[in-house]
């Protein structure tokens, strides 16, 4: 298997929009920053993983040996589907797309997706509150379309039925836990992340 991890990053300045009524736009982009470097470190530590590839408006951000790809500004579901697109013209076999919001991530959780999309087709992560999709890896190329944003998980799943494709559900606590609202935040504190301070 030929299998890369997608991380979609939005522009700092679109960052975490929910959070700005207790953090200010600096320390905002810097938590933003503080997660995904933590889910990159989580990807390069995982050993089923050929290559990282980041769709993002903005590539002077991205340290080097990632693959970046353009966002072609059709909001996060097109920039997704392009840069699946992309890959699947590189012979990527699988890809494992990973929001860049997952302080708790671990190697051993995208190593848990890739390996039930590689038995049963699409696997789905659903997040703590069991709505949205934290992460979803699956086969390439494939007629698949990412559904992300409000209740994502449902639109997943009902896709995946029309395509015909099995969807399992992967529930792992690094998977399950994303940053959004200013709730989620003071979760992260209590559990000992050093996020930056609120107003």
């Known amino acids: 298997m030929n299998s890369w991890a997608l991380v979609p990053l939005k522009a700092r300045a679109a960052g975490k929009q929910r959070l700005a009524a207790v953090l200010a736009d600096e320390a905002r982009a810097a938590l933003v920053q503080q997660m995904f470097t933590h889910v990159l470190s989580a990807l390069r530590g995982c050993s089923s993983l050929a290559g990282i590839a980041v769709v993002t408006a903005e590539p002077e951000v991205l340290p080097p040996q990632l693959l970046w790809l353009s966002d072609p500004a059709s909001g996060m579901n097109g920039a997704v589907l392009s840069a699946l697109s992309e890959l699947s013209t590189r012979q990527v076999s699988h890809c494992v797309v990973v929001s860049a919001d997952l302080p708790q991530l671990t190697s051993a959780d995208v190593s848990a997706l890739l390996a039930v999309a590689a038995e049963r087709g699409l696997a789905l992560a659903p ?29 997943h799943r009902r896709q995946a039925a029309e395509l015909a494709l099995t969807s399992t559900l992967v529930r792992r606590p690094g998977l399950e836990f994303d940053v959004d609202e200013p709730e989620d935040l003071a979760l992260l504190r209590e559990r000992g992340y050093a996020a930056p301070a609120s107003h």
């Open 127 to 155: 997040d703590r509150h069991g709505r949205g999709t934290n992460a979803l890896a699956l086969e390439l190329p494939t007629r698949f379309r990412p559904q992300f944003g409000l209740d994502s998980l449902a639109r």
